[in-house]
């Protein structure tokens, strides 16, 4: 179990973080900048925090209002820089040995574990400016958990390599979490990366966590429009109440006119209040002109095609409603897009399914 | 013809090369690694020699440590005197070649990245392990090239030595100021030979610090 509540002014960010995570991998997602790094370097203790308390495993690291501050090796937390900061007068064998203390025996024994686990068998007298990118990540990774830390902290461990390269190691990682469930904060600003290796995300924007939780909680019910823009969610429009409708409310918007949104549980929305919703770009359905609509279905609406942009495997299309000027984006597999024949120009007609729409708390 | 010189030069800078180090090394740590308030001072400080005349040292120099100045009066209850002593010829080889050792030390030892010493700390060392298996291991060369540049300097301090050493023969005389007396004195062969000594040694010196700082010895 990781707590950590810490505060420090810096020159241009008032970093605030607060988070708790069990024997499990928490995503830190947020733009470059938002004190992501920062963070971690706090729960370190490499750099001091004004004020706050960290905790982990019952041991108190840092408490301010108590006077504790434990000296960074008595933290025993493991951290892979985002360079690595792999020794490089050392061997790969050296490297990973460097944190084990005891017998040399036993150590031997941990090195050869950790070798074949991170698939460095054969490399062991290799320095680091003779490995590849994957391999020097492997070894660091290797080396910190050599010296079995409590805590892991993962500074955007994949954003120096190869995408091929990337992907392998991504699993790799999940793998390796399985075989050693220990305490993790990785932190990243690539989305599709937060979303596979994450169960938990947090979202820091500007120094603050704007929302933590499942990432289903965070990728389809962001709990702020900053949220809603970070997670990809490309369409955020803003209105006014206007009515209710069962479980549903109306909000009328000047961009796309009148949606049909469902009624946020915990909320009291009136009439005339300012409301927001979002939709994510692939959850709008474009309905085929030959297709009756049967059932009524919700949010139809007849746009044109302004603007078309591929994005290898999908394309992105422009809609506009003839209401406002922020156009509709959808986000369709190039097959759907080739079959429908959906090109700059063309009038189609969409849905906004309402059970694929959030209104922004 | 007389050697003593040339013997007092190397015992001179030997043992001011060994004060410089111990010195020097702990300036450029604390330069290197640490903030404090008053660091640039500190660093004008240190670098004057580079800049100051060297008469202008050596008259500091005596100011500090002759019988009547602040440290002189210490070390002369003591029983140490400094002024006129083959130990005078070493406190100005000390303090000149300082900043020479002090510069490249810095750089080197800034050089190596806090990361890889935080990495270290993470992995549970304590700080005088992270000097021994992490900063020393990769500043060495600079280190190295920083003493051998100072070692150099040492044994051609003239300016400064002959303020606060004097030039007694058989006693204080160093190499520059023998070529200094026998230019003097017309003596052209002596003069022609300390001349090369010093020269070829001066040449090998520059030629060893500029491998050693590439990583070619």
Known sequence: ?361 | MDLFPLFLTIKVSFVATVLTIAVGLTLAWVMAKKDFWGKGLLDVVIMQPLVIPPTVLGYYLLAFFGRSGWLGGVLDSLGIEIVFTWKGAVLAAFISSLPLFVKPARAALEGVGADLENAARLLGKTEWQVIRTITLPLAWRGLLAGAVMAFARATGEFGATLMVAGNIPGVTQTLPIAIYDAVQSGDSNAANLLVLIITLFSFMVLFAAGKISRGRL
Request: aromatic fraction near 6%; include cysteine.
């Open chain 1, 1 to 361: 179990m990781l707590e950590i509540s810490l505060k420090k002014q810096l020159e241009d960010i008032e970093i605030k973080i607060d988070l708790r995570l069990d024997e499990e991998l928490l995503v830190l997602f947020g733009p470059s900048g938002a004190g992501k790094t920062m963070a971690l370097r706090m729960i370190s203790g490499i750099v001091a925090p004004d004020e706050g308390r960290v905790a982990a495993g019952g041991e108190v690291l840092f408490d301010s209002a108590k006077g504790v501050n434990l000296p960074v090796r008595k933290r025993k937390v493991g951290y892979l820089f985002q360079d690595y900061a792999l020794f490089p007068h050392m061997t790969v064998e050296e490297n990973i040995a460097y944190g084990i203390e005891g017998a040399r025996e036993a150590a031997g024994k941990k090195v050869n574990e950790l070798l074949s686990l991170m698939r460095l068998a054969g490399l062991e007298k290799r320095y680091p400016h003779e490995l590849s990118g994957g391999q020097k990540q492997r070894t660091a990774l290797a080396r910190t958990l050599a010296a079995e830390p409590r805590v892991l902290l993962l500074d955007e461990p994949f954003s120096a390599l190869d995408y091929q390269v990337r992907e392998k190691l991504r699993a790799d990682l999940i793998n390796i979490h399985r075989i050693y469930p220990i305490t993790t904060v990785l932190v990243t600003h690539d989305l599709e990366e937060a979303f596979m290796l994450g169960k938990k995300i947090a979202v820091i924007n500007n120094g603050v966590i704007e929302q933590s939780g499942t990432r289903e909680d965070v990728f389809y019910r962001p709990g702020t429009r900053n949220v809603a823009r970070f997670m990809g969610v490309r369409n955020i429009f803003a209105g006014v109440v206007s009515g209710f409708e069962d479980a549903s409310v109306l909000i009328d918007t000047p961009d796309i006119g009148v949606i049909k949104a469902p009624h946020p549980k915990a909320s009291s929305l009136a009439i005339g209040a300012e409301a927001s919703f979002c939709i994510r770009p692939e959850e709008i359905l474009v309905i085929r002109p030959d297709r009756v609509l049967g059932r009524v279905q919700d949010n139809i609406l007849e746009c044109d095609i302004t603007g078309s942009i591929g994005k290898g495997s999908t394309h992105i299309l422009y809609l506009e409603t003839g209401h406002g000027r922020t156009p509709l984006k959808v986000e369709l597999p190039n097959f759907v897009v080739r079959k429908l024949e959906l090109a700059v120009g063309r009038r189609v007609k969409v849905s906004l399914k309402k059970e694929n729409i959030w209104v922004i708390p």
